[in-house]
């Protein structure tokens, strides 16, 4: 697992993370991007699963956590993801009904 982060336009964080999002590798992810929020004030967050293989409830938790977070700062979130198995898992989790979902950073608009 691998998680870069980088911002697009103001006060928006992009986590783009890599490889498998488990148990494993939730902590850190879940760490790593509450520090760069809060220390960054960052209004908005975009998770970049487009290279993520493999993700299990773990990672539905480290998304949940983030939306809590990020909505309670007035902000939004969105996911990135053109992976079927991460798509069947964050749509069998109800995530789509809350958060909404983009098939590439592209089609992200500029306020979410």
Excluded: W
């Excluded at 980088?6 to 494993?24: M, N, P, Q, R, Y």
């Excluded at 590798?25 to 220390?39: F, H, P, Q, S, V």
């Excluded at 209004?43 to 809590?68: A, E, P």
């Amino acid at each position: 697992m691998q998680v870069n982060f980088f911002t697009k336009g103001a006060d928006c964080l992009v986590a783009k993370i890599s490889g498998e999002l488990d148990h494993h590798a939730a902590e850190k992810i879940r760490n790593e991007t509450d520090t760069r929020i809060i220390r960054g004030r960052v209004r908005n967050l975009i998770f970049d699963f487009t290279d993520l293989n493999f993700m299990d409830s773990s990672g539905i938790g480290v998304v949940i956590g983030r939306y809590k977070l990020i909505r309670s700062c007035g902000g939004n979130i969105a996911i990135v993801t053109g992976n079927a198995g991460v798509n069947k898992l964050l749509t069998m989790s109800g995530i789509p009904g809350i958060i909404k979902i983009y098939p590439s950073l592209l089609d992200v608009p500029d306020v979410i």
